[in-house]
């Protein structure tokens, strides 16, 4: 097992995780989603001038669609879609006008489900300094080869790795941190696993293929884990960390982690 892994299991069974977990990820289930007033204004009026297809454009402007529908995404990807498939587009707004303003206005400022504000609240915490130095842009980052965290998207993270580090997932998965300490590369993934099955387990496999996604041996690749996983007898995911020597630590571990590279 991992030095920095068995540290991370007697951090979650030992002290009071959670609590200092709430730090690196200040969860706000309960805080609606802000939206643009005068995109409402325009879902208003075309709602009231039965206009459906000013409607759906200004549904469209929103980050939150009022209802699923799987045809939703592609009218994302193309507008040039909705004047050609009128049908369908009445077929959703029909959907949309039994909502009522009302209901419609409280789905579309629904809060962001928790899983979807991790990454940023990584990274919110990565700014704070509390890593002991603060992120740059790439120009200062490749400027020298000091102690550095690289700041960015996950986009640019990944593109920074595939040109400089040798980083070679063909998927659309970005990076959720880089970082170079005593002159070595650091990659790592960032993710709260807050339960087993479906969509957690998929997050658990996502960060265990980074480690596996930089040829580069002078890259050291690492999974910034925090939740369940570190639970005793958690089936796959803690055999998983367990029976082999992975580099899968806490986020609360990361810096420690870091100034001990050599």
Partial sequence: MNYFTQQSIELANQRDYLDQLFSVYPLSPD??????????????EN???????GL???LLDLDLFPIKDGYVPYFRRDRSAIERNPNTVNR????????????????????????RQMGSLFRNWIES???????????????????????GSDAQLKRFAQ????????????IDFLARFNGIYIIGEAKFISDEGG?????????????????????????????ILYIPGRK?????????????????LLRDYLYSVR
């Avoid at 709602?47 to 297809?53: P, Y």
């Avoid at 890593?131 to 980052?141: A, H, K, Q, S």
């Avoid at 040109?163 to 970005?174: A, E, F, Q, T, V």
């Fill in 163 to 174: 040109n400089h580090l040798g980083y070679i997932r063909s998927d659309d998965k970005g």
């Fill in 56 to 58: 759906f454009n200004a």
């Fill in 47 to 53: 709602f009231n001038a039965r206009n459906n297809l």
């Fill in 92 to 115: 959703i707004c029909g959907r949309v006008r039994e909502l009522g303003l009302d209901r419609l206005y409280e789905r579309c400022t629904q809060p962001k489900e928790t899983n």
């Fill in 31 to 44: 805080s609606i989603r802000v939206i643009d007033e005068r995109v409402w204004r325009r879902v208003e």
């Fill in 199 to 227: 969509h957690q387990n998929d997050q658990f496999l996502d960060a265990m293929t980074t480690i596996r996604s930089v040829a580069n041996e002078n890259v050291r690749k690492i999974a910034i884990l925090d939740g």
């Fill in 236 to 252: 796959k995911m803690y055999k998983a960390i367990t029976e082999q020597d992975v580099p899968v630590m806490s986020a609360l």
């Fill in 129 to 151: 300094g509390v890593l002991g130095i603060f992120p740059v842009d790439e120009e200062e980052f490749l400027a020298n080869n000091d102690n550095a965290i690289l700041r």
